[in-house]
């Protein structure tokens, strides 16, 4: 069966960019017959609340995007550890004492000397005498993920072909020193475990699928299928932000937007289908695939979702129109009903 899930962090509003890959997830589980897991990202407590869960999933529900199942990370901690001290064991992760400070100073003397930011390894050769020392100094280490240096190949569903080389990239942080956990590590488990089978998310994570792909190797999984599109931005270029309110799902919502003149836009902008209005998410399901998603900048205009909005509004039956109005309290009679 197709499994995707849409794993947004709960630290702000949902903005346009996001409920593009959350409605391209949920098109491509229902064109199949498939699951959609939402999968709240909420182990930063510091930045995650519950009023911007909430606010997800009243944004997910005023679209229809609907969910099968619905997870919290911070529910799956015990889950992340036992894994951690797995790979731990099997020699794949490995302490590295260095403080941010320093490891600024190792990317910017190797950007200088025009190498790429790599992290050296070098906490793999330390010995006892500095281990003594930076434990006498307080520190507490940050734990890698040792890459294999060998290719990194699979084939994108957007992308086509995709290679990497393990030498080329650095062995990424998958737990900070306070002992919270970056994105890599939980990311990978929980797709293992919620049997995860088809993965789309933004271009901006591609070099992240090379690395998990060695995870889903190092815990015995076999990786899903991936699909990476292009980042959605403003009508000027600039990228969308959750913190600074860009384009927020409720911002639209409030301001008269119908859910599906939105999911109409999103679903086709970026694709070499037509952009026109549907009444219903069953009719976008209908002739939705991921492998027509191009390559380009897709750029968001607000001007062709208001076009877009008045043409679903003209083609929105009558008796559906009625019918809200009736939900709001707004009583017609029947021979005004019948003359509109």
């Not at 008269?256 to 037509?274: D, K, P, Q, W």
Request: a negative charge.
């Amino acid at each position: 069966m197709t499994v995707v899930r849409f794993a947004p962090s709960p630290t702000g509003h949902l903005h346009v960019g996001n409920i593009r890959m959350a409605l391209a997830n949920w098109l491509h589980a229902r064109s199949k017959g498939g699951r959609f897991i939402l999968r709240l990202d909420d182990t930063d407590q510091q930045r995650s609340t519950p009023e911007f869960a909430a606010s997800i999933e009243e944004d997910l529900k005023w679209l229809g995007l609907e969910w099968d199942q619905l997870e919290r990370q911070s529910a799956r901690m015990d889950r992340y550890r036992e894994t951690l001290e797995a790979l731990k064991t099997a020699g794949r992760v490995y302490a590295c004492y260095e403080t941010p400070a320093e490891l600024n100073y190792k990317r910017k003397r190797q950007l200088s000397q025009g190498k790429p930011p790599i992290y050296d390894r070098s906490s793999l050769d330390l010995g006892g005498a500095k281990l003594s020392e930076y434990e006498a100094e307080g520190r507490q280490p940050h734990w890698r993920f040792k890459l294999d240096h060998g290719d990194i190949n699979f084939d994108d569903l957007v992308r086509g072909p995709v290679h990497f080389h393990g030498s080329n990239l650095s062995d990424p942080v998958l737990v900070r020193g306070d002992g919270t956990y970056l994105y890599m590590l939980p990311s990978a488990v929980d797709d293992i475990d919620m049997a995860v089978s088809d993965v789309i998310r933004g271009e901006d994570h591609v070099a992240n699928t090379a690395v998990q792909i060695q995870l889903f190797e190092a815990l015995g999984a076999s990786p899903p299928t991936f699909a990476h599109t292009p980042l959605l931005t403003d009508i000027s270029g600039k990228g969308l932000s959750k913190r600074l309110g860009s384009m927020s799902v409720a911002s639209l919502r409030e301001d008269g937007v119908e859910a599906m003149a939105l999911n109409s836009y999103l679903a086709h902008i970026g694709t070499s289908g037509s952009i026109e209005p549907r009444i219903s998410l069953d009719a976008l399901t209908a002739d939705f695939d991921i492998s027509h998603t191009g390559r380009g900048t897709p750029k968001f205009d607000p001007d062709q979702l208001k076009i877009l909005n008045t043409a679903l509004l003209h083609a929105t039956p009558i008796e559906d129109v009625y019918g809200r109005l009736q939900g709001l309290g707004l009583e017609r009679a029947d021979a005004d009903f019948g003359a509109l």
